[in-house]
């Protein structure tokens, strides 16, 4: 990928009461499938919640504290790399009896980035493990921590040591070309 090598961590990208809010309004959610990955047998799935798919809202509410959480992502990224239009946004959970599943994401497009976080407010990846595997690469994301990636570039949860369940809030978003930055305030387009 040229104009994003690695895995660039944002930390304190919101205030963790707002991904709290999240969490748990999901979890009451009806809505969780077993669709993912599609085309493992079903022991090898995970849950997962759609809240924007194909650019649709599928759930208005938890939509409108997902974008939050993304512009925080957006502005402290420097309004780099992508912007705030989102492909698809939804929440996994992933726990120690599953293996999770080296994958990439998007190969039949090149114009998308994702970004990924923890929800739960008290997951510490150095005694719980479920850290973020990208490139053979394990990255230890803390609560409120957020990630930027290439979704092309092999990746997967790492094991998960504990009893918790791991929710994971994740964005497919419209990447933008190497350099392109969208104008930082409206006194710039003086
Ligand atoms: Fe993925």
């Not at 009451?28 to 090898?44: G, I, L, T, V």
């Not at 726990?95 to 994702?114: A, G, P, W």
Request: some cysteine; hydrophobic content about 35%; aromatic content about 8%.
């Amino acid at each position: 990928m040229s104009d994003l090598e690695g895995v660039k961590i944002f930390n304190n990208v919101c205030h963790q009461s707002t991904l709290g809010c999240l969490l748990r309004t999901a979890q009451d959610r009806s809505s969780w499938h077993y669709r993912f990955p599609m085309d493992a047998p079903f022991k090898d799935k995970h849950p997962k919640l759609d809240i924007i798919a194909e650019g649709t809202m599928m759930d208005h509410f938890l939509s409108g504290i997902a974008y939050s959480i993304l512009i925080q992502v957006w502005e402290l990224n420097g309004r780099k790399q992508f912007i705030p239009e989102i492909f698809y946004c939804g929440i996994s959970i992933k726990d120690k009896h599953r293996e999770d599943n080296v994958h990439v994401d998007d190969t039949h497009r090149n114009d998308t980035i994702k970004i990924m976080g923890i929800l739960n407010e008290d997951w510490d990846p150095k005694t719980m493990g479920g850290g973020f595997m990208h490139g053979g690469v394990i990255h230890k994301l803390r609560p409120t921590d957020f990630c930027i990636f290439d979704p092309r570039t092999p990746h997967a949860a790492d094991k998960i040591l504990c009893d918790e369940k791991r929710f994971a809030l994740d964005f497919s978003v419209q990447k933008l070309h190497e350099g392109e930055v969208i104008r930082r305030s409206m006194e710039d387009e003086e």
